[in-house]
């Protein structure tokens, strides 16, 4: 813009001063006119009174209009002066929110071990954190009281920092003073922000009130053991303050699946009802029909999957926030799982997988494909920081965990073949905190060779072990899944040597013995020598009352996967079965971890999934031992296999107390006994609806058959007859 000289008035200097920039009026520099900079100018004042004079008649004219930046003296022009109130309140809006920012990253310092400490000073001692672990996932004693939730207190007040390790201090158990129903006791309403005392005007209509929501997030944060690997903390939390409209507010999925997961670790919302095993059985696959028929509503979390599942969707077609969408995904089949819905969780499992490919998600540079395609190897936009990049790298390898450990007990084919995946192993639990980069180099590929047998402890942490636990176990199901193809295609890994029994009595896989073959050697070999190749120091998950549910996930994992490749093939009557020894190895192994566990107070209920399903296996190998002990009438064998059968069987009814899919495996479980081995003289009968750690009290020694010989024996041995039983 030309600069204009301005006018100065008689007797002053006759040097005339050109304008600096910006000095101009609003209206002149947005009709390109010469301005002087008077207030008013003499430009503006020209175009007012002409506007005046050519009025037509009865037309009001607006009054005078001419403004200016504010200028300081020396001439700088500090920042540009809002036009309207509009723009002031936006501005106001930023500030208030960089302040918010400010605030989090200093409260984020702080730990929640810090918070127990100032809760009960008698304890500061006794939770300090361990030098080994991040800085956010602090190990504590256990003999100590955790600090519970208040449902008065502010989000970020009660807990302003979460712990993102797996090691869970064994007092810590759910929440149990929750606000109820999102209803506050100073009357709080939904959307109203604490850290900012802000009401968002625009708050989501199907999400909880924001105390609620707050709440469910901290239990889900607290409890929840992959949480702090799916997202990082401190950079979730703060963008949970921002306002709803905010581009880096959470997407609307994930904090739908957020609420359904955290509903199962709180009693603020309602739990859902138990099946009636009378009406419906426990392994049914599809339980929308159940309800249907019974007019059974949706209880909260199944509620809020539905939501997450609405905004997957519409965000999908829209192509908007896709890795937040796969994020939701995988959370929402961590729900359908804990809630034993099996073909909901099948199907959602199946499209969390499949939505990794168009991401990118399941390769990293340089091993994209050789061909030209017309399409990017990912879909969205590379990340922007190391704790980006390195939460997609989680994201990926926690859905594919999910599927390899959850999809374990079907014979369904997977989502994603192992030889479709050429991605890094993610970094230490530390190293994510911090965002630390590591380059390729100095970390392993999941293609690379011995990948599974070698574990360099700069590399490795017990989440990176458990990884490939599941890349294990994924082995072993690819195997089995296999085999019978494979051996008709003449597979030479999959044919028995020449002269070999089985090969000798048929040509066909449907008799061969899979033991026989290269292939099945070299995955047992595999299965039996993965958790002794750990680092010294990952070998027990339970380490000074804390307990490493990573860890535990990946000593269990290869021995139920050794039950898996062994099971089919167990011969009891025949001496020298080398599957009979691995699959009662196997079901010790998991059986001697739930020792270890309950030797402590830790709740059973804060325990992964896949644990669940891990005692159900080790319980029917057990069953198989004990009908084999009952049939040969060998006492002592059969008192001994009955023992540790009954404390799975209180291991997952305890669960069951809270987890549905624990409650199914317990019923599952005494079913099979009933089938194999009958009723027993005294068999003791788990409360399921007994909230409290299980005691000898809460549970009844009851008789095979009723006195008066009335009672029908599977609704005695079930619990779900028409008669009431008396506990003690």
């Known amino acids: ?255 739908h699946a957020v609420c359904a997961v955290g509903s199962f670790y709180t009693i603020a919302v309602p739990p859902p009802p138990l099946p009636n095993f ?64 099996w073909a909901d969780m099948f199907l959602m499992t199946g499209r969390a997988t499949r939505y990794l490919v168009p991401l990118g998600l399941n390769m990293c540079p340089p091993f994209h494909s050789i061909s030209k395609s017309l399409r990017a190897p990912s879909i969205i936009p590379p990340a922007r920081t190391v704790i980006e990049d390195e939460t997609r790298r989680n994201t990926f390898w926690l859905t594919y965990a999910t599927e390899r450990l959850y999809s374990s007990g079907n014979g369904w084919a997977m989502s994603l073949d192992d030889q479709d995946v050429s991605q890094l192993f993610p970094v230490r639990a530390d190293q994510f905190e911090q965002g630390i980069l590591v380059p390729p180099k100095d970390r392993q590929w999941a293609h690379s060779p011995d990948i599974l047998l070698t574990h360099p402890p700069e590399q490795t942490d017990s989440f990176v072990l458990y990884i490939k636990a599941s890349i294990v176990m994924s082995r072993v199901k690819t195997f089995n899944l296999r085999f019978r193809a494979k051996n008709f295609a003449g597979d030479l890994t999959m044919v028995p040597p020449p002269g070999s029994t089985t090969a000798d009595q048929c040509a066909t896989a449907q008799y061969i013995d899979p033991r026989e073959t290269s292939g099945f050697k070299e995955i047992d070999h595999l299965v039996s020598s993965f958790v002794s190749s750990f680092p010294r120091g990952f070998r027990d998950p339970v380490q000074d009352g804390v307990l490493d549910i990573h860890l535990l996930l990946a000593i269990l994992a290869p021995n139920i996967a050794k039950i898996l490749l062994h099971d089919p093939h167990v011969d009891l009557k025949r001496k020298g079965c080398i599957s009979v020894q691995r699959n009662l190895e196997a079901a010790h192994a998991v059986l001697d971890q739930l020792y270890a566990i309950w030797s402590t107070s830790f709740d059973l209920t804060l325990l992964d999934n896949f644990c669940c399903f891990a005692f159900f296996m080790s319980g029917r190998v057990l069953i198989r031992f004990l009908h084999e002990a009952k049939e040969a009438g060998n006492q002592a064998q059969l008192v001994t296999f009955r023992t540790e059968l009954e404390y799975i069987r209180i291991a997952l009814a305890k669960i069951g107390s809270r987890i549905p899919l624990a409650y199914r495996y317990a019923k599952m479980l005494d079913d099979i006994i009933l089938q194999s081995v009958g009723l027993l003289d005294e068999l003791v009968l788990p409360n399921f609806q007994h909230p409290s750690f299980p005691t000898s009290s809460d549970f009844s020694i009851i008789p095979t058959a009723a006195e008066d010989g009335s009672q029908n024996k599977l609704e005695l041995l079930l619990g779900i007859g028409p008669s009431t039983l008396a506990f003690n």
């Not at 600069?3 to 910006?22: H, Q």
């Not at 896709?322 to 819905?341: N, P, R």
């Open 278 to 341: 009378a009406e419906t059985p426990a392994d049914d696959l599809f339980q929308t029909a159940y309800k249907r028929r019974k007019a059974m509503p949706d209880s909260f979390g199944e509620l809020h999957a539905k939501f997450a599942t609405l905004a997957i969707d519409e965000s999908t077609v829209l192509g908007e926030r896709l890795f937040e969408c796969q994020q939701a995904t995988t959370i929402l089949t961590w729900f359908y799982h804990t809630h034993a819905k």
């Open 1 to 255: 813009m030309p600069k204009v000289l301005s006018t100065l008035p008689t007797g002053e200097s006759s040097s005339v001063p050109i304008l600096k920039r910006n000095q101009a009026c609003h209206q002149c520099r947005r009709r390109k006119l010469k301005c002087d900079a008077r207030r008013p100018c003499t430009t503006c004042v020209r175009s007012h009174r002409n506007s005046v004079n050519h009025a037509p008649p009865g037309i009001d004219v607006p009054p005078l209009e001419c403004t200016f930046d504010e200028v300081s003296e020396d001439g700088a022009q500090p920042h540009a002066v809002p036009k309207n109130r509009y723009e002031r309140l936006e501005n106001r809006i930023s500030e208030l929110e960089a302040l918010l920012r400010q605030k989090d990253a200093a409260s984020q310092r702080s730990t929640f071990v810090d918070l127990a400490s100032a809760n009960d000073p008698e304890s500061s001692a006794s939770t300090t954190p361990s030098a080994s672990t991040g800085s956010l996932g602090k190990p504590y004693n256990v003999s100590q009281n955790a600090p519970f939730i208040s449902n008065a207190a502010p989000f970020h007040q009660t807990f302003p920092s979460i712990p993102t390790s797996p090691l869970i201090p064994a007092h810590i158990s759910p929440v149990n003073t929750p606000p109820q129903n999102g209803i506050t006791s100073n009357g709080s309403q939904p959307g109203f922000n604490y850290a900012t005392q802000v009401l968002w005007p625009n708050w989501p209509h199907d999400l909880p009130p924001l105390e609620l929501l707050q709440h469910l997030v901290e239990v889900f944060f607290a409890f929840h053991p992959h949480s702090n690997r799916m997202f990082h903390g401190p950079s979730f939390l703060a963008s949970l303050s921002l306002p709803p409209s905010h581009s880096e507010f959470p997407h609307i999925a994930i904090l």
